[in-house]
């Protein structure tokens, strides 16, 4: 038996670790560093339907616990992952994820429809986007809005679905049982939480955007919190938990706390064999303390 396998939904993955959308890109950047049939599953980054620009440079700030960071999805769209993503994941032996994001509901529901056309384990559905007609307000900080994008994407492509929630969705327990209720396969907490950064020398906010994204170590307690809440909500369904996963003891913290398995993200962009580093000590102290992951899950729960 595989000490570290995990299941979401009816796939079973050979450890619970997966690299966060975005931070390897789409997985060829980091095939020099890893193997990645190490890996529970490959994530790819973002598609959308349409090429995206992204935002102005710069785009990346280094903070003292972390990274902030003002990409805006940048992909090339469709078309890119008909000829180049496709063709390279598929060689992969390992199970392979796909993340979808847009800026309307119907976005999704055609990037979905055309996926089902490609042999994919899972597509991770990122709601973390600005909804357009609803003056940009991101999918999964407006109910109404959230609600109407799950049940307009759940009937279509029978694959695996995953939601990717944000951090700062409220409250984050319902939404995790809407998202349980709707008939989702599992939920992902969370992305990164929004920051702001002040260049001292312009005097005025140092992105474009003026508010970005912060990953990192900075954002761990609040991460694990959340999956830690929303575990003890009594959900059901599988909890991904992302947030400053860089070691094994990270991972054990929120397995332990009730996620299913976890997304390392920021900490691929600093030492890209970080991924592999963790899958190795994981099966270190599993074999150590005569452990199987799946007993882990939600165990500092226990009442004793």
């Known amino acids: ?124 559905i990122n709601v973390s986007c600005p909804n357009v007609k609803k003056g940009g307000v991101p999918f999964c900080f407006h109910i109404p809005s959230l609600k109407e994008l799950l049940k307009a994407v759940k009937k279509v492509n029978p694959v695996t679905k995953i939601i990717k929630i944000s951090l700062e969705s409220p409250p984050i327990t319902d939404i995790c049982h809407m998202i349980e209720d709707e008939g989702f396969s599992a939920v992902c907490i969370g992305n990164t939480v929004r920051g702001l950064v002040i260049d001292l020398e312009k005097q005025k906010p140092y992105f474009s955007n003026q508010i970005a994204g912060m990953s990192g170590p900075a954002i761990k307690p609040i991460a694990l919190r959340a999956v830690w809440e929303v575990y003890q909500s009594g959900i059901k369904i599988p909890i991904i938990g992302c947030g400053g996963i860089r070691s094994v003891k990270d991972v054990l913290e929120f397995i332990l706390a009730g996620a299913t398995c976890v997304e390392v993200g920021s900490a691929n962009l600093i030492d890209p064999t970080t991924m592999s580093t963790i899958i190795r000590d994981l099966m270190k102290y599993c074999e150590q303390n005569q452990l199987t992951l799946q007993k882990l899950i939600g165990l500092a729960h226990r009442k004793e």
Do not use: C, H
């Not at 890893?34 to 980054?45: P, Q, R, S």
């Open 1 to 124: 038996m595989n000490q570290l396998s995990t299941n979401i939904g009816s796939l079973t993955l050979a450890n619970p670790i997966v690299p966060a959308s975005g931070t390897i890109g789409y997985g060829l950047e980091l095939s020099e560093w890893m193997d990645l049939n190490e890996l529970g599953a490959i994530l790819t980054k973002s598609i959308t339907l349409l090429p995206k620009k992204g935002n102005p440079q710069p785009r990346l700030f280094e903070i003292e616990l972390g990274l902030m960071n003002s990409i805006g999805l940048e992909n090339q769209g469709w078309p890119q992952f008909v000829s180049e993503i496709y063709p390279f994941i598929s060689s992969l032996k390992t199970l392979k994820w796909v993340s979808i994001a847009g800026s309307a509901v119907s976005e999704y529901v055609e990037l979905l429809s055309k996926l089902q056309d490609f042999q994919l384990d899972a597509v991770e």
